[in-house]
């Protein structure tokens, strides 16, 4: 159990946050003191003690409470600044088993917030975990979890078009990678060496990419649908580096592999590529055919759902004269989206197809 040899406000701060108490909750029914009295001391911190008949109360307090409590204590002291002079945990600062199980709700909450494009609070949670503890602190199941965190991490810096570099999606998968590959857990190692192809291709280097998706489609470490997903983005990196015949047929097998598997999002998906695919081998009819089907089929219910989409449908629409006014209309509408998203990737990509445009490469 913690001991506190002097009681500042900062020690008197965290108790009442392990508690889960509000200020007049914790001063009144905890203390006997006036609320404006806690809350001078949470102001002043570490330079202001409490008068000797409260220190006994809090000490108290604290030998009282739960253990649960006492390891949140310990904690909220670490989070701001490391363990006060006057604080004496017997334990050493690795992770209780609460925390784990905290942990493990955060990275399933963080996992939400980046499906919806919440991409500061999803970030500011992970760095709460990355940074509590440090690796060498860890056991398996902490170096897990903190694995788990910095794909995470890099899903989200993806998305946000931020691939290579320090603090990159790159950065992150790899470290993901390697903590993945030491704890020998082959299906995670394979769904981050999917991630880093995904960023390969995202940065321009589809003929890598390609290669490492056809290697990891029929990859068994893998689950049915990463690999059908693995043999969709090996038509994806083809049709971008020119090769859209090729990439249609591909794309078809994984279309069929997916409806196997009753994954209609990621089947919606695929009509939207194929659609790509087919536009730009000309066929503009197959393409507004399967542009048509990936709306009927799919859902919007995001930003980055419905700026995929639209960005593909708005594309098309530029490769016909007769319907470029509604493709520049959409494109425009697009672009606003993705700029207040935070999508920086898909709003250079549309960027790209606009400047293309307007030199009269999207209509050749």
Aim: glycine fraction near 6%.
């Amino acid at each position: 159990m913690p001991t506190v040899r002097v009681w500042t406000g900062r020690e008197t701060r965290a108790l009442r946050h392990a508690l889960r108490q509000s200020v007049r909750v914790f001063a009144q029914n905890e203390l006997g003191v006036a609320v404006r009295t806690v809350s001078k001391w949470e102001h002043l911190g570490a330079a202001t003690q409490p008068r000797p008949d409260t220190q006994a109360i809090l000490d108290t307090t604290l030998q009282r409470a739960s253990p649960e409590v006492q390891a949140r204590f310990e904690l909220f002291l670490r989070e701001t600044g490391g363990p006060a002079a006057g604080v004496d945990p017997v334990r050493a600062p690795c992770p209780q088993a609460w925390e784990y199980e905290t942990w493990t709700d955060d990275l399933e909450r963080a996992a939400v917030l980046l499906s919806r494009q919440k991409f500061p609070a999803a970030t500011n949670l992970l760095h709460r975990w990355l940074t509590r503890f440090p690796c060498t602190q860890l056991d398996d199941q902490g170096r897990y979890l903190h694995a788990r965190s910095l794909v995470l991490l890099g899903d989200a810096q993806r998305d946000q078009g931020v691939l290579l570099g320090p603090a990159s999606a790159g950065w992150a998968y790899d470290r993901a990678l390697s903590m993945f590959a030491d704890l020998d857990v082959p299906r995670r190692v394979a769904q981050v060496e999917l991630a880093l192809a995904v960023v390969a291709e995202m940065h321009g280097d589809l003929q890598k990419a390609a290669r490492r998706y056809e290697q990891l489609a029929g990859d068994q470490r893998l689950s049915s649908r990463d690999r059908a997903r693995a043999l969709l983005w090996v038509g994806t990196a083809l049709s971008k580096d020119g090769d859209h015949d090729h990439a249609v047929q591909v794309m078809t097998a994984a279309t069929h592999q997916l409806e196997n598997l009753d994954e209609g999002e990621d089947w919606s998906v695929a009509q939207q590529k194929i659609a790509l695919a087919h536009r730009g081998a000309g066929r503009q009819d197959q393409a507004q055919h399967f542009i048509d089907l990936a709306h009927s089929s799919g859902t919007d219910d995001t930003p980055m759902q419905r700026v995929r989409l639209a960005t593909a449908h708005a594309h098309i629409l530029l490769s016909d004269r007769a319907t470029c006014d509604h493709g520049l209309a959409m494109l425009h509408d697009t672009a606003r989206l993705a700029l207040s998203s935070g999508l920086s990737h898909q709003t250079r990509a549309i960027t790209a197809i606009r400047r293309r445009f307007e030199t009269g490469a999207v209509t050749e």
